[in-house]
């Protein structure tokens, strides 16, 4: 099922996400919708929290960009190590039609869990996944690339998104 991306500035996007415990069809369920709904969304990752479920729970797929890449399923997952700094052009699909340069690392090292609970690591360094790891797990903590820029910028996309926002809640309701 292809769910509703929640759009800067829904309060919802700030809150931290609560760790899984269960793993059981009703995690595999949203694993699923997850990914159906960030394919639907063209993104290439999509955390928990955009979707209005506040658990630790992320999904990556890089292959359209980065040759080789399969499909991933992070569950608890956390940064282990951090190396380096590079700027990156990074978007998000609860900020949809908005870019903009952003200093990350330019090497992650994460630990997760995968859907049947089992421990797992992996690094990236310099590629879209090492982007979409520290960009997808910050959601998990209630950030957003947005928050990595002046307070200028988030001003002019906050009212940008905000505006998005009222159009389509018109459009949704004409009446209203």
């Not at 990074?90 to 089992?118: H, M, Y």
Request: hydrophobic share 40%; glycine share 6%.
């Amino acid at each position: 099922m292809v769910h509703d991306i929640l759009i800067w500035p829904d309060p919802r996007l700030r809150e931290v996400s609560a760790p899984v415990t269960e793993f059981d069809e009703s995690l595999k369920t949203l694993i699923k919708d997850m990914f159906e709904t960030m394919y639907a969304a063209k993104g290439v990752g999509l955390a928990a929290p955009q979707i209005g479920i506040l658990k630790r729970v992320v999904v990556i797929d890089t292959s359209p960009q980065d040759e080789g890449a399969r499909p991933l399923v992070l569950i608890n997952p956390r940064i282990t190590r951090k190396e380096g700094k590079r700027l990156w052009s990074e978007g998000c699909l609860s900020v949809p039609d908005e870019q903009e340069k952003v200093e990350r690392a330019e090497k992650v090292a994460v630990t997760a869990l995968d859907e049947e609970g089992r421990e797992f690591s992996l690094e990236a360094d310099g590629t879209l996944l090492a982007l979409a790891l520290q960009h997808e797990l910050e959601h998990l903590e209630g950030g957003l690339f947005v928050d990595h820029l002046s307070s200028l910028k988030r001003g002019l996309i906050k009212r940008r998104m905000t505006r998005l926002k009222e159009a389509a809640r018109r459009t949704a309701n004409p009446k209203a």
